[in-house]
């Protein structure tokens, strides 16, 4: 995700990223977060939810949860 990451963390299995997403009234959610749900459909990641601004991905291992909140962009990944 071409944005600048404010806030990383780990813990317990579940990685969250943070980034600052204040250009969200010139480039939509799914404009900025094509690239990287593509790449996670091509490595098997299957679509559990797509909404106007969250987006939950599911392969055997992992949870990859996409959301846009306040001027954030918010991605978790969480080991299942």
Avoid: C, W
Avoid at 6 to 35: E, M, N
């Amino acid at each position: 995700i071409n944005l600048s990451i404010l806030k990383a963390s780990y813990s317990k299995g579940i990685v969250s990223l943070r980034y600052d997403y204040s250009i969200k009234h010139i480039i939509k959610f799914d404009q900025i977060t094509s690239p990287f749900t593509t790449q996670l459909k091509t490595d098997g990641y299957k679509e559990l939810l797509n909404s106007e601004n969250k987006i939950i991905y599911q392969n055997k291992k992992y949870k990859v949860i996409i959301f846009s909140e306040f001027d954030y962009l918010i991605v978790v990944m969480v080991k299942l």
